[in-house]
T-cell receptor, first 117, second 111 residues
Framework: GAVVSQHPSRVICKSGTSVKIECRSL??????MFWYRQFPKQSLMLMAT?????????EQGVEKDKFLINHASLTLSTLTVTSAHPEDSSFYIC?????????????FGPGTRLTVT | GDSVTQMEGPVTLSEEAFLTINCTYT??????LFWYVQYPGEGLQLLLK?????DKGSNKGFEATYRKETTSFHLEKGSVQVSDSAVYFC??????????FGKGTTLSVSS
């Protein structure tokens, strides 16, 4: 089956620094990737949709200058949390849609736990 | 806009009990429907899916039938196990947009 990886799985950083999270589709090409944020015991909140070779589309209320998304190839998208603050601590999950798929299914990465101290 | 509503949890069951988690949706067009499962500290895994009305998705003993007339996609399992304890998300997918998720239902199964 389609596999999506994320790196790192856990990261701790100091307030004010930046952190980059990578999302890769390992065995398929993903024209579209999605970034979600999940708070404890809550559902996934869509942050942005990333299309290969174009600018990401951010959901309302998500600061695009703070959460930089790059989708440089059909298998890699990155999320950079800039000038991180403790309130950015969360579980970030990426997903990818197989461009050959017809059922709109998304394959999810294992998530990245970000802790900002 | 499109939306998904699923029953609030937590759902607490004894091993071998019957499970139902209700899910209804509102959508224009002809969406695909999904159930995803999330184990603690992990990402989401696709449990099953259905792409058109009357389709039944099934996997690992779980089943759900796409009912257009009642706009529902209820998840069922005849006999749950402790290992089924997780959070279950119902989701709706259409072309050109990200999946729309319900709020999730926590299932806790005790032996």
């Amino acid at each position: 089956g389609a596999v999506v990886s994320q790196h790192p799985s856990r990261v701790i950083c100091k307030s004010g620094t930046s952190v980059k999270i990578e999302c890769r589709s390992l065995d398929f090409q993903a024209t579209t990737m999605f970034w979600y944020r999940q708070f404890p015991k809550q559902s996934l909140m869509l942050m942005a949709t990333s299309n290969e070779g174009s600018k990401a589309t951010y959901e309302q209320g998500v600061e695009k200058d703070k959460f930089l998304i790059n989708h440089a190839s059909l298998t890699l998208s990155t999320l950079t949390v800039t000038s991180a603050h403790p309130e950015d601590s969360s579980f970030y999950i990426c997903s990818a849609r197989d461009q050959k798929g017809g059922s709109y299914e998304q394959y999810f990465g294992p998530g990245t736990r970000l802790t900002v101290t | 806009g499109d939306s998904v509503t699923q029953m609030e949890g937590p759902v607490t069951l004894s091993e071998e009990a019957f499970l139902t988690i209700n899910c209804t949706y509102t959508a224009t067009g002809y969406p695909s429907l999904f159930w995803y499962v999330q184990y603690p500290g992990e990402g989401l895994q696709l449990l099953l899916k259905a792409t058109k009305a009357d389709d039944k998705g099934s996997n690992k003993g779980f089943e759900a039938t796409y009912r257009k007339e009642t706009t529902s996609f209820h998840l069922e399992k005849g006999s749950v196990q402790v290992s089924d304890s997780a959070v279950y998300f119902c989701a709706l997918g259409q072309a050109g947009t990200a999946l729309i998720f319900g709020k999730g239902t926590t299932l806790s199964v005790s032996s």
